[in-house]
């Protein structure tokens, strides 16, 4: 790390929240402003402390929390920001099992008051957790992070339990961390990348994981030859031309055969079953074009063969790098050599969907296919247990969408009338649902609270977040609001799992508000029955201070929604920073039915919106089969 971490232009714009433009007429107009310490005349670089210094002289800075102000001095401070949330890692690992060191790096000890708050704070632990959080997010210089809803699927299909995992390509941890979740108690990887590699392990440590992460190519250099684990889980590198073909050309690991060069991900495939105790699950990230690439097609064809090869999954595209690309999931099984391999493999096609919303789903279809004897699953247009002798055909093309029958009746003539006659109602309605709403004769915006500050009087009372935690499942127990409730603006529809943490009964009024997500959004529960959900805050208002609608809607406001949101476009939100307006009760359930009104005119425009993507679909679908035909159409 520099002693002096340096900061451009941009970035001064987005520390402040304006435009590149506003950072040059400070320099133009403030003599004061602090002169640049290197870069080009183009790009010039600034000291990042002098910057906050005059930002916060100027009253131009925003109040960041702890986590936030250190997080962006380490960014800024180094080329390699993984290497310096490794230092600061290894720092806070050292003063969990109090042995401190002395003398500590020179280059970060302009950083430990900022490392010490933030771990009297939260923990080492915790404050780990939220450093590691800030540099999962996409930026300059940081890899992609595997999401943890991505994560935590490729964990559920491979059933993971209390059992060993391994994923020989780490990267900084994430898919080892949702093993953690998932209740596995040993968990192995192994990165090319140092510093990742070092990230992984300290997270381990610092949480007290039995497991360890190495450094290395694993194809090349497999640190755990000969170790088999319960469960292999993997987000490969994609496309590599240069990945070990030559020299490994006659590997033990290639148990159904030598595999092409232009196949490396099909050679990563191998390398987990390699690594699979008979009867383990793998579940490996591939691009789409591995199911049907002519190389693969021998490969493929020898994992159904054997029934090693037991589900492909064609993911919604930006689940996860490179985001433009509909990913797939592959799960495999290591089979005994003695057993008559399965009649049949399961394709699914959740291409179409949200992985928020279809996840549940993919699970619950993989479930019933590995469950039942014969494996014949089908659920037309999305899941179909297709026959292996079907699927070893000239081209052994795996593709969930080539092999899935067509919904019969989808397009029927009543279904597009009956779709656009919902259409024209929704529509009808919309403007009798919006608030009549009448420009204020001062303009004034008035006197405004913090959540933090109505807290400490006692106007609402400030839950959660609910971290994940152990809890015992019930089976009948009552729903979860989670944070994909929130953002589709629907009912409970989560469960309580082995990493449940508190149960939070929600009541009537109750204002809930996701803590990370990519737009500000807060809810008012209308229901009792439900508990809190993971990473969501609850602010329970004092119905004799504030009104529940008028405090969502001031909430979720740009001004807020600005305040929270980080250099990545994702918003992580300190509730307690939010803004209200200060009014009497009535003038508040006023605004509030206002409000109220606002969100039932939302909810009708998403409704319209995906009624209206439907009609289209189905009018080019009918037109194309001949179930419909236009009015005007030659007789």
């Not at 030598?258 to 099909?266: A, C, I």
């Not at 499942?473 to 943490?501: C, H, I, K």
Request: net charge negative; aromatic share 4%; charged share 20%.
């Amino acid at each position: 790390m520099q002693e002096n971490p340096t900061i451009t232009a941009a970035e001064i714009a987005r520390l402040a929240g304006v435009g590149r433009a506003a950072v040059s007429n400070w320099r133009k107009r403030h003599p004061d402003f602090p002169a640049p310490v290197g870069g080009t005349t183009a790009s010039p670089e600034f000291d990042l402390i002098q910057v906050e210094q005059w930002l916060c002289t100027q009253g131009k800075l925003p109040e960041l929390a702890t986590a936030d102000r250190l997080w962006r001095h380490l960014a800024a401070a180094s080329d390699s920001p993984a290497a310096g949330l490794a230092a600061v890692g290894a720092f806070l690992l050292a003063r969990q099992r109090g042995s401190r060191s002395g003398h500590p790096d020179a280059q970060l000890a302009p950083l430990l008051p900022d490392v010490d708050a933030l771990a009297d704070e939260l923990g080492a632990q915790g404050a780990f957790d939220e450093l590691w959080q800030r540099f999962s997010a996409p930026g300059p210089g940081r890899p992609f992070a595997t999401p943890d809803d991505l994560a935590d699927l490729m964990i559920g299909l491979a059933s993971v339990g209390g059992g060993s995992v391994l994923d020989p390509a780490a990267g900084s941890g994430a898919i080892l961390r949702a093993a953690v979740r998932a209740g596995s108690t040993s968990v192995y990887g192994q990165e090319l990348d140092p510093d990742l590699a070092k990230l992984a392990s300290l997270w381990l440590a610092l949480h007290d994981v039995s497991g360890e992460v190495s450094t290395g190519d694993s194809l090349r250099t497999d640190a755990f030859a000969g170790r088999t684990v319960d469960a292999v889980v993997c987000h490969p590198p994609f496309g590599a031309t240069n990945w070990g073909d030559e020299e490994l050309g006659h590997d033990p690991r290639w148990i159904v055969g030598t595999t092409p060069r232009t196949e490396p991900e099909l050679a990563w495939a191998q390398h987990a079953l390699a690594h699979l105790r008979v009867g383990g699950h793998a579940v490996l990230l591939m691009p789409p074009t591995v199911a049907s690439r002519r190389a693969g097609k021998r490969i493929r064809g020898e994992l159904l063969r054997r029934g090693h090869l037991r589900a492909v999954i064609a993911l919604p595209p930006g689940v996860a790098a490179p985001h433009g690309v509909p990913l797939h999931l592959w799960v495999l099984r290591r089979a005994a050599t003695d057993a008559p391999p399965p009649a049949r493999a399961l394709l699914i096609d959740a291409a179409g969907g949200d992985l928020a919303d279809t996840a549940p789903r993919v699970l619950n279809a993989w479930r019933a296919f590995a469950a039942a004897s014969d494996g014949d699953v089908e659920e037309a247009g999305f899941a179909r247990a297709v026959p292996v002798i079907e699927l070893l055909d000239e081209d052994v093309d795996l593709t969930p969408a080539r092999r899935q029958p067509a919904v019969v009746g989808e397009a029927s003539g009543e279904h597009l009338v009956r779709t656009r006659e919902r259409l024209a109602a929704i529509v009808g309605e919309l403007p009798a649902l919006l608030p009549q709403v009448t420009p204020a004769p001062d303009g004034a915006d008035g006197l405004f609270l913090t959540v933090g500050e109505l807290a400490k009087t006692g106007a609402l009372q400030l839950i959660g977040p609910v971290r994940a935690g152990t809890s015992t499942p019930a089976p009948d127990g009552p729903p979860v609001l989670t944070v994909q409730d929130v953002l589709a603006g629907v009912e409970a529809s989560g469960r309580v799992d082995d990493r449940f943490g508190q149960e939070i009964p929600l009541a009537v009024g109750d204002v809930v508000v996701p803590m990370i997500a990519r737009q500000l959004t807060a809810r008012v529960v209308t229901a009792e029955g439900a508990l809190l959900g993971r990473n969501l805050y609850l602010l329970r208002p004092n119905p004799a201070a504030l009104d529940p609608w008028f405090l969502a809607g001031q909430l979720r406001t740009s001004a807020n929604e600005k305040q929270s949101s980080s250099l990545s476009g994702t918003l992580r939100l300190d509730i307690r920073r939010a803004q209200v307006r200060r009014l009497p009760l009535d003038e508040q359930r006023a605004y509030g039915a206002a409000f109220r009104r606002l969100e039932a005119f939302e909810a009708a425009v998403r409704e319209t919106a995906v009624l209206g993507a439907e009609l289209v679909q189905l009018t080019a679908d009918g037109l194309a089969r001949g179930v419909v035909r236009p009015d005007d159409a030659v007789r």
